[in-house]
């Protein structure tokens, strides 16, 4: 499919009496009407989510940290992106074929260093920073992902698979204070990109692209848009009118908009809000519209305001009204609103849902896999002793700092009504000064693992600084596990046989931090000196699974 969405059929209702039971019809014909029921009682109380089995999915679909979503629909399969800030591989891409059920396809950037030297292992000066929004188009037979950096400008990259090989980062915008731009191509060829400058009033600017997609033709440039926190940027072409969306914040909170013009680069002169903003749902905002090949429209989305599990992706229905695309259940007052349940658009399971556990027998790093920043390549490996992961250790830019530790490997914590994480370490390698476990990570950082001083064994458990000494261990490997559940209380215990677990250190609350939410992972360090290896044998994580 083209990167420009068009609509075989805008559904439209004329202001007056019909216009909300038109409404109500449409959305019982598509299953949409929520009833209060369907709402968690209080954030993060969803003990189901995604799809149900049954024909009908309830939201979130997605119960972790997969911020700033935009999505396209190429063919029968559907292709998202999202934020992943420091993290390495960066700009997750997720794959779906009914917009319910995710797996992870991989990700647009391999070498965070493309961006500049902070976001390597050396430096890691670039929390709560580096890789911001996106969006992700398919024209010319290819992908295309544009993204910001608040620091170093906005950056492009093709492939003409998602699943790789990307071509290395092309900086299009070398200038600090830019973000959640988004390119487009008219049906003339003709490319452009829209971002907001948030250092300048978040004014909203539109450029022409030269012809390669690598360049901004900058006397091209005019302002579209201005408003408080003006961002989120899409453009699309639907029925032959220009749409941008965006986002802004407002008193009620942040809210989802959108102008339109019959020419790209106006006047927009047609403004129109088009959901509430639901902080209770915590404002569902940035994401990306897409219409199915049965003609229905959706908007997938993260929620904007982010709790211990970061932002989590809901699917939300689209209703064409007067030429809008109003988001979720339509209101009296003709505003959309927050949708909890909805009947599937289409099933696939051919797309099993999102990696999780590991048990490292391939020759790559599986893809829910991200380093905390771009690691030392010569200090980790799959191939040194087969089926298992070497993590070599190294001195941490600060010391006992699992924040400054450049070998730490994560995936994220979802929110579910279970989670059980083990993972299996073999600790013959570990030296003197050495220390390796199992980790949580965001805005502080929690950890279970194995110091070793001379020839003694130590398990330790820590809450950022504060540092628990636990039993002498005697075995040669160690099983590490944390548990938890919706109120994401995390607790760990540890095994020396791998069947009976004891408990240890404090119960930890997992959070929110520099617009990240928690990581589960494996961390290995040495304070003393560059020597010292663990290899981990496998990594389990069971988390409850959507009703199927």
Not at 36 to 56: C, F, I, S
Not at 246 to 259: D, H, L, P, Q, T
Request: aromatic letters at 12%.
């Amino acid at each position: 499919m083209a990167v420009i969405l068009k609509a075989s059929l805008l559904m439209k209702t004329r202001s007056g009496s019909p216009f909300l039971l038109t409404t109500i019809l449409l959305g019982l014909a598509w299953g949409r009407v929520a009833f209060a029921a369907d709402a968690p009682k209080t954030w993060g109380d969803w003990p189901h989510w995604g799809d149900q089995g049954d024909g009908t999915y309830l939201n979130p679909v997605i119960p972790g940290d997969y911020s700033d979503i935009d999505c396209i629909r190429v063919g029968s399969d559907y292709y998202a992106i999202s934020s992943t800030f420091q993290f390495s591989p960066g700009m997750v891409i997720l794959h779906s074929r009914d917009l319910v059920n995710w797996t992870i396809a991989g990700h647009a950037i391999d070498d965070l260093t493309q961006i500049g030297p902070e976001m390597n292992w050396a430096q890691m000066s670039r929390y709560g920073k580096g890789v911001w929004a996106g969006a992700i188009r398919h024209h010319d037979g290819k992908f295309w992902v544009y993204f910001g950096t608040p620091d170093e400008g906005y950056f492009m990259t093709t492939a003409k698979d998602v699943a790789g090989p990307w071509a290395p980062l092309h900086r299009i915008l070398a200038e600090a204070g830019w973000d959640d731009c988004c390119p487009f191509w008219d049906d003339d060829g003709r490319g452009y990109l829209v971002g907001s400058n948030f250092r300048d009033g978040y004014k909203i600017h539109l450029w022409q692209m030269t012809p390669d997609g690598r360049e901004l033709i900058r006397e091209s440039d005019r302002v579209i848009y201005q408003s408080k926190g003006s961002e989120a940027n899409k453009l699309y072409k639907i029925g032959g009118t220009y749409y941008h969306f965006f986002s802004e914040v407002r008193a009620e909170g942040r809210v989802i908009m959108m102008e339109r013009a019959k020419t790209i680069g106006g006047p927009y002169t047609e403004k129109r809000q088009l959901k509430q903003a639901d902080r209770d749902a915590m404002e569902p905002n940035q994401g990306g519209f897409v219409e199915g090949p049965d003609g229905k429209w959706y908007f997938f989305t993260h929620h904007g305001r982010g709790s211990w599990e970061g932002r989590a992706a809901s699917l939300l229905p689209v209703t064409w009204i007067d030429g809008w695309p109003i988001v979720g259940d339509v209101g009296a007052d003709g505003l959309g609103k927050m949708t909890w349940s909805g009947k599937m658009p289409g099933r696939d399971l051919a797309v099993g849902g999102l990696q999780a556990g590991d048990e490292f027998a391939s020759a790559r790093l599986a893809p829910q896999w991200e380093w905390n920043y771009q690691p030392r390549a010569e200090k980790w490996s799959l191939s040194e002793r087969p089926g298992f992961l070497r993590l070599h250790a190294f001195k941490p830019l600060r010391a006992d700092d699992l924040m400054a530790a450049g070998n730490t490997l994560m995936q994220r914590a979802m929110r579910t009504k279970e989670n059980i994480v083990t993972v299996a370490l073999d600790l013959e390698g570990l030296a003197d000064g050495q220390v390796a476990g199992l980790c949580h990570f965001s805005k502080d950082n929690s950890t279970l693992g194995v110091r070793r001083a001379g020839a003694t064994l130590t398990l330790e458990s820590t809450h950022g600084a504060k540092i628990a000494l636990g039993p002498l261990v005697t075995a040669k490997k160690i099983w590490l596990r944390s548990e938890w559940g919706l109120d994401g209380l995390s607790r760990y215990s540890y095994s020396e046989d791998g069947e009976n677990f004891t408990g240890c250190g404090e119960a930890y609350q997992l959070a929110w931090g520099s617009y990240r939410g928690d990581r589960i992972g494996i961390y290995s360090y040495n304070g003393k000196a560059e020597t010292g290896y663990v290899d981990v044998d496998w990594f389990h994580y069971d988390y409850s699974r959507p009703q199927k």
